[in-house]
């Protein structure tokens, strides 16, 4: 299995999955297709799926298109998330193969929409498995409660993603990495792998290249909304509950400058 970025719009990125058996590949979030199809061209793929996290136009805007220009594609989504162009809808546990060798789990991770997917892929010949987590985590960070509610995001960031292996590598749909880190910071200034990882990431950045994929063993370090388990961290709020310290993060969050 091969994972490719494809960097869209200002900060998106739109990924390639390539079972390198049969060169089979899936997309997700194809918001501008032609660099997907390039991509896959470049790289001798034949693209057969479409996988969508939710269905804002910067991550489904180009599904309709994408069915134009490869007729016949399957496009996935989540089965109340009103998804562009999607031809067959997902609930949580469903189960997709790509060619020979990749495995495709539905995620269904709510909040930021409500029918929100996640997608954790595993390969038959490698032990790493990979989650594309759309707009719920990002690197250091998750979504806005668009149309959710905090206890949602804790199911869906420390329960769902939390349990996933530590090694599975974080597959996000934005370049967000040096704000979220320089945020952590304000919450856990003492923390010394956020301030490696931010010293890390604006390395990344300086030099054009991508901050992601992370893992799920870093983001349990790093990203303050998977660590409000944390009593210490609860304290600091002065909240003994996950819940209202995720709500608090998320507040202090959505006000801040930086």
Known sequence: MKI???PCLEDNYAYLIVDEKTREAAAVDPVEPEKVLKTAEDVGAKLKLVLTTHHHWDHAGGNEKMKQLVPGIKVYGGSIDNVKGCTDKLENGDKLSLGSDVSILS???PCHTQGHISYCVTSKEEDASAVFTGDTL????????FEGTADQMYQSLCVTLGSLPKPTQVYCGHEYTEKNLRFALTVEPENEKIAQKLAWAQHQRQTNLPTIPSTIESELETNPFMRVDLPEL???????SPVETIAEIRKLKDNWRG
């Open 107 to 109: 995620l269904h991770t």
């Open 138 to 145: 990002f690197v250091a960070g998750c979504g806005k409660f």
């Open 4 to 6: 490719f970025h494809i």
């Open 234 to 240: 609860q304290a600091k709020f002065g909240h003994n």
